[in-house]
């Protein structure tokens, strides 16, 4: 996991911050890797996304503040559930931020059932975070295009696929 | 008996409900083939459904969460990958299931189109079209010969362009020019 997540050793610290079940806040440390458990929030918040974001950006400042932090990277995940905080802490600690694109977010806005209501509202907050981030990471080339049509300079925009650690799967069968 | 796999949510973005129509055509043809499906999601019951009324459901085996040993398993066991999806960004089933050794039928979309070429080591599909769909599980069940020839170019671009330790190289890189506030030349230099 440290491999993945701090590539390289690129970092003396690698905070991670991980939404559970749990009602309370724990911090465990594997390697280099710190991570941050924090409570899931209630599902009447995770309803509205803006709400949503802005505790968890409160969550990253705070960490941000504590740690020392000099980079803040949304790699995984949804860009409105993961990126959005990320550039509002970023922004509100003055560090810079590395937002990842992993999807065609226009076309899932409006398929998925749960964006389904939101749609103007999710492209809007879509293209803000595009417009925040220090930097983008597309990890499809069709992607760059995708983010240079909300007015993104390509000198902003990195191609970058993700990495598969072959070491975690055993060899084929059937080679 | 061929098994046709798929591995993805059950969502929209996946159009597993042509892949079900696709599949019930092209077993009117191949009486041997079978599709597991792998993955959970907001459609699931609609497929379930589906799949009942397109008569097929006793060919097909749903599997909605499993972990990654049988995951393998389920690459291992199975002839090929189907892999429908209207848009995607970067389909972790289809670099998984090419290195298994799978043959890929893959939409013809940005972001498969980068994976999956067509006759090399897979098949691409219109994702719109059932036939289409259904016409390539039929090539792929009953060609085991081409199959077998997909088979075996089906790793190399997953070795050659996605191991870790390349990329892991470029990510560090990455971070340090985004902290130190230089010009990003991941693109130019470095990835290709």
Known sequence: MERILNPKNAFRCVHIVSFNEAHHFSIRRYGTLLLHTVPRMSKKILRFPLLSS?????????????????????????????????????????????????????????????????????????????????????????????????????????????????????????F | ?????????????????????????????????????????????????????????????????????????????????????????FPRAVVEALYYGLPVIGANIPGVLELVQNGFNGLLVDPKQIDDIAFSMVRLAIDKQLRMQLSRNAPCIVRKRFMGDAIWGLEAKLYQSVIEGHKIDVNKDSYK
């Open chain 2, 1 to 89: 008996m061929t098994i046709a796999l798929s591995v993805a949510k059950m969502s929209p973005q996946k159009n597993l409900k042509r892949l079900l129509r696709a599949f019930a055509k092209a077993s009117l043809h191949i009486p041997q083939l079978y599709l597991w499906m792998v993955g959970s999601g907001e459609q699931e019951k609609e497929l379930h459904l589906l799949s009942i009324q397109l008569g097929v459901e006793k060919r097909i085996q749903f599997f909605s969460s499993i972990p990654q040993n049988e995951l393998r398993c389920a690459y291992n066991l199975s002839d090929f990958l189907v892999f429908p999806s209207i848009f995607e960004g």
């Open chain 1, 54 to 174: 802005l505790r968890v950006a409160q969550v990253f400042k705070k960490l941000v503040k504590q740690y020392g932090v000099s980079l803040l990277i949304d790699s995984y995940g949804n860009i409105l559930d993961n990126g959005l905080p990320t550039v509002l802490a970023a922004r509100w600690c003055g560090i810079p931020s590395l937002v990842t694109v992993q999807n065609d977010y226009h076309q899932l806005f409006s398929t998925k059932r749960i964006y389904l209501g939101y749609t103007k509202l999710n492209n809007i907050l879509e293209h803000f975070i595009y417009r925040n981030a220090t930097h983008i990471r597309s990890v499809s080339p069709a992607l760059v295009s995708y983010i240079k049509e909300h007015g993104i300079k390509e000198s902003n925009i990195s191609y970058l696929p993700r990495a598969f650690d072959l070491s975690t799967f055993t060899q084929p069968d059937s």
